[in-house]
T-cell receptor, first 113, second 114 residues
Framework: GNSVTQMEGPVTLSEEAFLTINCTYT??????LFWYVQYPGEGLQLLLK???ADDKGSNKGFEATYRKETTSFHLEKGSVQVSDSAVYFC????????????WGAGTKLIIKP | DAGITQSPRYKITETGRQVTLMCHQT?????MFWYRQDLGHGLRLIYY???????DKGEVPDGYVVSRSKTENFPLTLESATRSQTSVYFC?????????????FGPGTRLTVL
C-alpha cells in the first residue's frame, strides 16, 4: 500500500545548524510529494512540493528533492532559525488518487538560540 | 479573503453531549476534509466531501456525522461525545483540479471532552 515514513522527533538543533528531516515513501505510480509545516497553535500550511522525479521544491530556505531511486523526499535547510521551530509533515498524493493525501506522522523541530 | 475559518477555536464539553464543529471556506473549492490530530497518530482523516451533498468516510469515521448542503460549509457533529474524541480537529479544502494541487487548512478546533 501507500505510506510515508518520517524520522521520529523531536529534533533539537542550535540556531544556524544544518537541518535534515528524512522522509521516505511507498507508492504505486508517480506520486506528488509535499512538505507541510505547522507552527504552534496553527493549522498546517504547504511549505514546498515536487511533482516528478528529480524535481526540487524550495521555499523559505528549505529544499527537498524528489528521489525516485531511493523513494525519498528529505527536507533540508542550511541554517535554521528559532522561528523554524514547528512540526513538519511529509505527504504524498498518488497520481491516480481522486482526493487523498497520505501523511507521515510529523517531526517536531526545536531550535535553540 | 478569509480562506478557511473554523469555529469554535476551543470547546470543552461533557461525555454524552452533542457537539458541532463548523468549517467555512470562501474559495468554492470542491473538496473539503475533516482531520483529527493526536499525539503519536499524526493526521487522520475522519470524513471528506467531493461536492455539496456528496460525503464519504475516511479512516476514523465512527462517532462522527457530517453534512454538506452548501459548497462553502462542512460541519462535523459528534453525536454523543466520548473522552477518546478529545483532540484537535482540522478542516481542509482542495481544488483537486490536478494531482499536484494541495490542501489548505483551517486554524483548528481544540476539543476537550470531560
Amino acid at each position: 500500500g501507500n505510506s510515508v515514513t518520517q524520522m521520529e522527533g523531536p529534533v533539537t538543533l542550535s540556531e544556524e545548524a544544518f537541518l535534515t528531516i528524512n522522509c521516505t515513501y511507498t507508492a504505486t505510480g508517480y506520486p506528488s510529494l509535499f512538505w507541510y509545516v505547522q507552527y504552534p497553535g496553527e493549522g498546517l500550511q504547504l511549505l514546498l512540493k515536487a511533482t516528478k522525479a528529480d524535481d526540487k521544491g524550495s521555499n523559505k530556505g528549505f529544499e527537498a528533492t524528489y528521489r525516485k531511486e531511493t523513494t525519498s523526499f528529505h527536507l533540508e535547510k542550511g541554517s535554521v532559525q528559532v522561528s523554524d521551530s514547528a512540526v513538519y509533515f511529509c505527504a504524498l498524493r498518488r497520481s491516480d488518487s481522486n482526493y487523498q493525501l497520505i501523511w507521515g506522522a510529523g517531526t517536531k523541530l526545536i531550535i535553540k538560540p | 479573503d478569509a480562506g478557511i475559518t473554523q469555529s469554535p477555536r476551543y470547546k470543552i464539553t461533557e461525555t454524552g453531549r452533542q457537539v458541532t464543529l463548523m468549517c467555512h471556506q470562501t474559495w468554492s473549492h470542491s473538496y473539503m476534509f475533516w482531520y483529527r490530530q493526536d499525539l503519536g497518530h499524526g493526521l487522520r482523516l475522519i470524513y471528506y466531501s467531493a461536492a455539496a451533498d456528496i460525503t464519504d468516510k475516511g479512516e476514523v469515521p465512527d462517532g462522527y456525522v457530517v453534512s454538506r448542503s452548501k459548497t462553502e460549509n462542512f460541519p462535523l457533529t459528534l453525536e454523543s461525545a466520548t473522552r477518546s474524541q478529545t483532540s484537535v480537529y482540522f478542516c481542509a479544502t482542495d481544488r483537486l483540479r490536478q494531482g499536484t494541487d494541495t490542501q489548505y487548512f483551517g486554524p483548528g478546533t481544540r476539543l476537550t471532552v470531560l
